[in-house]
């Protein structure tokens, strides 16, 4: 019976449909559908998608927020062991502003430590459209340099790829490499505009590398900058920031900054770079070395995905080992500030 009912009622309703609709027939209220009113969309708490935030702000910035007084203080009374060494420090950590320093903004000779913002500058131009990754140089005669580089061993004329020329500006130092670029990018005038530009008020290129007298100048602050304006994505690309890291990880000389990071870290000496690798660090830095300067500066990346910048500058007696030991104490004294986060427990 129940059955028959419902296919009875069910047949009924469904004739007397239109005349409902046009409102021929009215049905009793027991059987009149039940309207639910519109409701706006709107998510609850627990599901609503919270914007994300800007790439710059989820990848930090170049902004000192709490300074590390025990850290800068131990650099300072690193630095008043040896009175007649000239130094300039600075540390930043980029996702939360805490930061250290010691004269971070005195000028000093910044020897191949100024080819990383050089780097910079070239990248910024394949950005532009003004230079290609695969562009070839020329060697000429005024840009041939001594010292470290293979490249101003070749013939005159040789044509060598940009990004041949910028990878061994840093991964062997090229100094004929770095003078093809200074070159190709409008020459020291306008370079030094640039580095203007972008916030380094003590960068400044005089000569052609190697530059052994020191007249190219840089500070801590700003080598530091120039790496973390990149890393942020205060300056290039996705694709030229891809490549500026590509590179800086080729450097060969490791022996300052990560070297004396992983002496405070507590790990064996030997390969700093695969040390540190097992440890979860990574330190993609560039050096300087003219005898009566030396130089480090690099970005560094901790076991929990964390970054920081760091730079240090000494200048002393010619090829004076305390100049060399002085940064290496300075990076080791980092390590404790520099130590990854706990990981949050497992979400079951």
Known sequence: ?????????????????????????????????????????????????VNPPSSIDSLGRFETKQQLTALSKR????????????????????????????????????ASAIKTPILLVALEEIDAGRLSWNEPLTLNKAVVGGGAGWM?????????????????????????????????????????????SLGLSATIVNNWLPDLKGTNTTSARDLARAIALVDTGE????????????????????????????????????????????????????????????????LIQLPDGHRAVAAFLVKGPFNDPRSTELIRNMASAMAPVLKPKPAPPRQR
């Open 152 to 196: 101003a061993s070749k013939p005159l004329g040789t044509r060598f790829p940009t990004y041949e020329v910028a990878t061994e500006m840093i991964r062997v130092s090229d100094n004929t490499a770095t003078n093809l670029l200074i070159e190709r990018v409008g020459g020291r005038e306008d370079l030094n505009a640039r580095f203007s």
């Open 75 to 110: 650099w300072s009374d690193l630095a008043a062991l040896q009175p007649d060494l000239k130094v300039s420090a600075f540390m930043l950590a980029l996702d939360d502003g805490r930061y250290a320093e010691l004269n971070p903004d005195t000028a000093l000779p910044a």
């Open 1 to 49: 019976m129940g059955i028959g009912l419902g296919v009875i009622a069910g047949s009924a309703l469904k004739l007397a449909g239109p005349a409902v609709q046009r409102g021929d027939l009215s049905l009793p209220n027991w059987l009149k559908p039940v309207v639910t009113p519109a409701i706006e969309e709107q998510e609850s708490p627990a599901t609503a998608v």
């Open 235 to 298: 300056a290039l690309s996705i694709r030229s920031r891809d490549l500026f890291r590509e590179v800086m990880g080729t450097s060969v000389t490791n022996r300052l900054l990560p070297g004396g990071l992983l002496k405070g870290l507590g790990g064996t000496q030997g390969k700093p770079d695969e040390r540190l690798m097992i440890k979860g660090y990574r330190v993609l830095n560039k050096t300087g070395d003219i005898g009566i300067a030396y130089a480090d500066a690099g």
